[in-house]
C-alpha cells in the first residue's frame, strides 16, 4: 500500500517569511496530492491540491510542487501570517474509479508563525 | 453546496459502554463516506469507508464497527469502549467520482474513562 513521509514535524517561521513542507510518497500510481490545514479542534479543510498531469499549482500566497520521478511534493506559503499557524497534512491517492478513493496521510507539520 | 455534520461534538463515556457516533451529509448524492480517527498530535488513520449503502470496508481491525443505514449517514458504534477508544473522530465525504477532493466534517471529540 501506499506510504506518506512528512516534514518536518514542527516549523516554526517569522511572520512575513515563507514555509516549506515536503512529503514523498511510495507508490508511483498515486496521481492526486491533496493539502489540509488543521486547526485546533476542527476537522481539517482544504486547501490546495494537485494533479499528477502538472507539476506546480499555484493560489495566492500557497503553492505546490510535485517532482513525480523523486515522489516528492512540497507545500510553499509565502508571506505567512498568524493565521497560517496551524497543523498541515499531505496526502496522497490513486484516483480510481470504484476503488473507494482513500488518501493516504502523512504525519502533519505544526507551523507556528511568529510576531 | 455540500454540507456534512457530525454529533456530538464531544462526548465522555465510561470504560465499556456502547457508542454511536452519527455523520450526515446534505447536498450531494450516492457520496463516499470515511471515518478516520486522530489521536492527540498524530495523524489521521482512517477506519471504515463506504461507496453505498449496506457497504462498508473496514481498515484497521478494532473495537469499533460502521453502517451506512441511508445514502448520506454513516454511523460509527461500538459495544463496548475501551480507553484507546478515545481520540478525535472524522467523518468525511466524497462526491465518488472520478475526482478524490475528500471534505471532513467539524469531529466528534470522544473521551473514554
Known amino acids: 500500500g501506499e506510504n506518506v513521509e512528512q516534514h518536518p514535524s514542527t516549523l516554526s517561521v517569522q511572520e512575513g517569511d515563507s514555509a516549506v513542507i515536503k512529503c514523498t510518497y511510495s507508490?508511483?500510481?498515486?496521481?492526486?496530492f491533496p493539502w489540509y490545514k488543521q486547526e485546533l479542534g476542527k476537522g481539517p479543510q482544504l486547501i490546495i491540491d494537485i494533479r499528477s498531469n502538472v507539476g506546480e499549482k499555484k493560489d495566492q500566497r500557497i503553492a505546490v510542487t510535485l517532482n513525480k520521478t523523486a515522489k516528492h511534493f512540497s507545500l510553499h506559503i509565502t508571506e505567512t501570517q498568524p493565521e497560517d499557524s496551524a497543523v498541515y497534512f499531505c496526502?496522497?491517492?490513486?484516483?480510481?474509479?470504484?476503488?473507494?478513493?482513500?488518501?493516504?496521510f502523512g504525519t502533519g507539520t505544526q507551523l507556528k508563525v511568529e510576531l | 453546496s455540500q454540507t456534512i455534520h457530525q454529533w456530538p461534538a464531544t462526548l465522555v463515556q465510561p470504560v465499556g459502554s456502547p457508542l454511536s457516533l452519527e455523520c450526515t451529509v446534505e447536498?450531494?448524492?450516492?457520496?463516499?463516506l470515511y471515518w478516520y480517527r486522530q489521536a492527540a498530535g498524530r495523524g489521521l488513520q482512517l477506519l471504515f469507508y463506504?461507496?453505498?449503502?449496506?457497504?462498508i470496508s473496514s481498515e484497521v481491525p478494532q473495537n469499533l464497527s460502521a453502517s451506512r443505514p441511508q445514502d448520506r449517514q454513516f454511523i460509527l458504534s461500538s459495544k463496548k469502549l475501551l480507553l484507546s477508544d478515545s481520540g478525535f473522530y472524522l467523518c468525511?465525504?466524497?462526491?465518488?467520482?472520478?475526482?478524490?477532493?475528500?471534505?471532513f466534517g467539524p469531529g466528534t471529540r470522544l473521551t473514554v474513562l
Open positions: 447536498g450531494t448524492s450516492n457520496p463516499n
Open positions: 496526502a496522497a491517492s490513486d484516483e480510481v474509479t470504484g476503488g473507494g478513493n482513500k488518501l493516504t
Open positions: 507508490d508511483s500510481a498515486s496521481n492526486y
Open positions: 468525511a465525504w466524497t462526491s465518488g467520482g472520478l475526482y478524490n477532493e475528500q471534505f
Open positions: 463506504s461507496v453505498g449503502i449496506g457497504q
